[in-house]
């Protein structure tokens, strides 16, 4: 019965750090379609645009290791219910900004206040689930990211036309609000695996800074940084100007943009979701070669993405590209808690993290720049391509099938 009680935590605790994630991404994927209305409001460039999403991302990269020691050190419940309210409140806050200072500042608060959330939700399920089955939860977790980008779309292009931007903001902030609330009333404190006191004796050990030092010097957990940051700027860079890029380049309304964008959300949130079963089940010990070739075909998609002369063929490639770009999130993030010990998982998936929100603040910024420059996406494109190439070089070094971290860095 005890433990039948405890899976049932742990499922529910699950379900609602899904719904967590995909209610952080509608949040920041707000910015991104209202990109057009606050760009005439205030007056902005693209260059200017690019700097107010890319700034959410420099404060979000700053909290990722942070987040994820404090996670370990703590615990992950009030890590996850503190981010969830002062990301929502910033939510709200950014309808009452007044000029692009105001903005920025906003943005930039914002993204440290959500950035302790993601490897704060991945200790949980470390702390929820067997070591056999976090690598697959981790990666079916991670698939809400997509999911909520999927979502975001549907839900803030009605809220934006019906409400205006600024009203938009509020109500998904105040929604953020009472599920932080929710998560704080039904999860517990300091839920269980279901499999055994081995797991329940390693959830009680917290992290020092001697160890936190030790994961810091792994090499194998900077290159899973390097790959996931080559790619997490196709991931940041495409989220980011999609919108734009289809309603200025392609001649788009904000109602079809609505409802094209998330269809390659579709397909990421299905590679992810899988992402970690793929790895377990095919590619044990060789998941170098699963994000070798993941990487590279995301290139070769990507290419041919941004040579397509349709808007359908436009959409098709770019669901591929999120497909596999989708594999190398789900491999990146399911790896470390495979290799490190349950007390360092926070730490280790904040490096990687990192990777990903270094990016998100880059690529976006940079991009901008380039359309700025160029007058057009061509330039923006070469530089996601580029991106792509260094995550197949960097993988390609990788060691995997003789990664035992755990064993040696505890």
Known sequence: ??????????????????????????DRAAISIALGQIGKDFNLQASELGVVISVFFLGYSLMQIPGGWLADRFGSKYVIV????????????????????????????????????????????????????????????TSSNYAGSMIAPLVMAPLILGLGWRHAFEVIGF????????????????????SGQGDRQTASKRIDWATTRMLLKTPFLWQLVVVWFGLSCVNK?????????????RGLDLKSVGVLVP????LATIATAIG????????????????VGSALLTGIFLFAMYRSETIAALIVFQSLVYFFKSFVLATVIA????????????????????????????????????????????????????????????ATTLRTGQQ???????
């Open 1 to 26: 019965m005890s433990a039948l009680k405890t899976h049932k935590t742990s499922i529910i605790g699950f379900s609602l750090l899904y719904l967590a994630f995909c209610i952080s991404y509608i």
């Open 82 to 141: 503190i981010s969830i309210a002062l990301w929502s409140v910033f939510t709200v806050s950014t309808s009452f900004a007044w000029s692009l200072g105001s903005l920025i500042a906003i943005r930039l608060v914002f993204g440290i206040a959500e950035g302790g959330f993601p490897p704060a939700a991945i200790k949980a399920v470390a702390e929820m689930f067997s070591k056999d089955n976090k690598p697959k939860m981790t990666a079916f977790l």
């Open 175 to 194: 929604a953020g609000i009472a599920f932080a609330a929710a998560y704080l009333l039904l999860v517990p404190n300091d839920p269980k695996p279901a």
């Open 237 to 249: 860079g495409l989220d980011s100007w999609m919108p734009l890029y289809l309603l200025q380049q």
């Open 263 to 266: 269809i390659p959300f579709l």
């Open 276 to 291: 970690g079963w793929v790895m377990t089940r095919f590619f044990p010990d060789r998941e170098k070669y699963l994000l």
């Open 335 to 394: 790896l470390p808690t495979k290799v490190l010990h349950e007390s360092q998982i926070g730490t280790g998936i904040g490096m990687v993290n990192l990777g990903g929100q270094i990016a998100g603040f880059i690529a976006p910024m940079v991009m901008g720049f380039l359309v700025s420059a160029s007058g057009s996406f061509d330039t923006a494109f070469g530089f996601l391509i580029v991106m792509t190439a260094l995550s197949v070089a960097v």
């Open 404 to 410: 035992r971290l755990a064993a040696s860095v505890a």
